[in-house]
């Protein structure tokens, strides 16, 4: 079982810079692609990157390329989201979620179930 947590979520100016973490315990990422999400108050989870197995493919929703970097350190079993240039429209609550039907490819990512869900962490932006 899969066990997620995330961290680094924050307040931070619009411009800013957050680092974002989904550390894992139970089992090794290795063998998951790994989603990030993310909820704002009165909206629609939305999916905002994701990254294959292999660490081959990555996967941004339109409003967050160029801005937002996925990458994953195997050792530390951790996935991490890096996020420059914030908006405010970035400010939602910032989930990670696996699960072994979860698949990332280079124009989305697709899932039979997404059992596996961290806590959240807050991201705020302020202008």
């Known amino acids: 079982q899969v066990h997620l947590v995330e961290s680094g979520g924050g307040l931070v100016q619009v411009g800013g810079s957050l680092r974002l973490s989904c550390a894992a315990s139970g089992t090794s990422l290795d063998y998951y692609s790994i989603g990030w999400f993310r909820q704002a108050p009165g909206k629609q989870r939305e999916g905002v990157s994701c990254i294959s197995i292999s660490n081959s493919t990555t996967y941004y929703v339109d409003s967050v390329k160029g801005r937002f970097t996925i990458f994953r350190d195997n050792g530390q079993n951790t996935v991490y989201l890096q996020m420059d240039s914030l908006k405010p429209e970035d400010t939602a609550i910032y989930y990670c979620?696996?699960?072994?039907?979860?698949?990332?490819?280079?124009?989305?990512?697709?899932?039979?179930?997404?059992?596996?869900w961290g806590q959240g962490t807050q991201v705020t932006v302020s202008s």
């Open positions: 979620a696996t699960d072994i039907t979860f698949l990332c490819g280079s124009k989305g990512y697709t899932a039979t179930r997404l059992d596996a």
